[in-house]
């Protein structure tokens, strides 16, 4: 019993962490269309440092944002090196199928 619970336990966990998908990156740059507006992402620049923010504009050269403070915070696109979008719905589907994999799936 104890070592179903850690499983779960892992399991869990796992998803947790894993609650981001990759909307932008090196292989994938920034489209036009690959931000939606009022939605809210982590954007990592070239200088490596992370916003958490909810996308509020966009134009040729910048995306207006505004961060958990309420302060609105302008990155310009050519600094934008990776951009995560939060997606709980999928991650908790994730997890829930492997919990029943190990469930039903005699060992």
Known sequence: MKKF???????LLLSASSCQTRV????????????DLYQKYTILTND????????L??????????NKKGEEVVIDKSNIREVKKLDL???IAIGV???AAVIFVPI
């Open 97 to 99: 199928a492997a919990i």
């Open 24 to 35: 932008v990156s090196v292989q994938k740059p920034l489209q036009a269309n690959s931000l």
């Open 48 to 55: 490596a440092k992370v916003y958490k923010v909810e996308v």
């Open 89 to 91: 719905l999928s991650s």
């Open 57 to 66: 504009k966009q134009t040729e050269t910048a995306i207006y944002t505004k």
């Open 5 to 11: 619970f850690s499983v779960i336990v892992v399991l």
